[in-house]
């Protein structure tokens, strides 16, 4: 089994827990193949909207964060598939600037993500996943929930259609992110024809999926972010799915093993 989605201790709104703690608990609980999937580094000139500027790891640590999971890779060779790997923030308008990032250090990755946490309204950037309150102002400067919704959904056909070079990830993170307050929030999103077109394009791109199943355990979404309609969506059009915790710290590697089981 894999765990297609893990971060690690380079990740700032996350766990100080090792590489070797993901590792460990990821053997205990049966995975056979990881891959880490650390916050690449926003683009050169942007500034990160997160009001704890953590969105992730700078640029001076990607180096680091290569050679130190080489070395690990390394010693649990015949043990554990470990992949290195980033998953790449989106960001409308420094598609060049991402470009340049992957063109550098790309070579080195071999499994990644293409995210979209940030999405631009009249010129200014807005995190879609940071907190309910920050949720609930985008809201009310777009004029509704299905707004946020539709933004977001037209966010990811840019992300799925834009140019980043050669070693642009082919998979693409939480699909339905903007559900994270949906208990807040509530929105049906199955009438949101825009979603459709989403999927379609993933399938045209023959892009994957991360099946990230994170949201089951955040108090105001308490669902799979690939799951219900769109889960259905995945199904018609026959796009690979792969499973990924999401894990921010090593407690939470087993997530997708018990997810699974209850299959």
Known sequence: MKDGHVHSHYCLHGSDDTFQMYIENAIKAGIDEIS??????????FEDPSPQKDSSMDVEELEKYIKELQ???????????INIGVEVDYIEGFEEKIKELLNKYGKDFEDSILSVHMV??????????????????LVDILG???KVYDLYYDTLKKAINSDLGMYKPKRIGHLNLVRKYNKIFPYDYENNEKLEEVV?????KGYEVDYNISGLYKEDCKEA????????????????????????NSDNIDVCEAYINKQ
């Open 144 to 146: 509704g929930v299905d």
């Open 71 to 81: 070395i690990v890779k390394k010693f649990y060779s015949g043990v554990i598939k």
């Open 200 to 204: 379609k394009l993933i399938k045209e």
């Open 120 to 137: 631009k309204y009249n010129s200014k950037y807005y995190c879609i996943d940071y907190d309910k309150d920050s949720f609930g102002e």
């Open 36 to 45: 880490f999937t650390e916050h690449f580094p926003l683009p050169r000139r």
């Open 225 to 248: 972010y690939i799951s219900g309609y769109l889960y259905e969506l995945i199904k018609k059009y026959d796009i690979n799915l792969v499973y990924g915790s999401d894990s921010h």
